[in-house]
DNA sequence: TTTAATTAGGTATAACAAAACTAACAATAA
DNA sequence: TTATTGTTAGTTTTGTTATACCTAATTAAA
């Protein structure tokens, strides 16, 4: 029936900016309300792998080392990234996220976080039973 | 419960990503993969009013008539929109939106419908009025 | 000498604007 | 009625600023 759809509709709506709300809490807090989507790229390039070098991030993502160094003094200002000079050899710097920088590159998890925080308050134990029931035959 | 946060990560996550392939399908089918975030608003803008001129445009978006006319360029190229001349006035040029420009415009509530027929595909009748009444609970 | 990162210097593109311009229209004086 | 003048809508030219990249040269450590 249309008015199944046209409910889910609704529904699905308001689910949608209640996400958008919980995102945009993450950027605002960590105030950085206009990062770029390639910024946030590198930020969660940076998070996925382990020890990243200037080098190694250049690898990753398909740049040069100098494009690599201007992008990490830009974090660095941002208060995203820091350098860690490797003890055991002096030319490496390793580059590690702050705090920010972890809840920029998992921003898209902390949002859905968040998301479930708030459905679990406003629902009943059976109803999160029952959404997680349903919703896991979606293909 | 920690598992219950768990299991709604793990289905909503699931959810999402069926929505990013949704999103992907009407971009990828639009031969417009890599439009930026700025160029869709701009679309947005001109969906949302009636008879948009250039100027008025210039106004909606707090630009000038040159920006203007050169996004109204590459979106002639990219075939998201053409020009209609007044023919009360011939100073006046409405941007109307092509098929492809009105489908990028409303890409959100495009992608959310294909969405929901997924679903609606996946559950039965029963199984989607559970979902409708717990999901308009969440606040 | 080789390697890791940086600096210096440069290119291409996007997204804007100011100023000058063209074409169309409106009002009016000859 | 027609020519003149001023106004408006959109375009072109030219220039600015910022992003995102590059190559080549340099520095410092190994």
Redesign the pocket.
Known sequence: MAARREHLFEVFNCLIAIKKECSSQIFTECGLVDI?V??VAYLRAIDEHTDV????LAEIT????????????KFVRMECVY?ERSS??????YIRLTRKGRMIAKAEQNTLNRMIERMIQSLDDDDVDRLIEILGKVR
């Open positions: 770029t390639k910024q070098t200037f080098s190694r398909g740049t040069s080392k100098p494009t690599v160094t201007e992008m990490i003094n350098r055991a050899d002096g030319r490496i710097a």
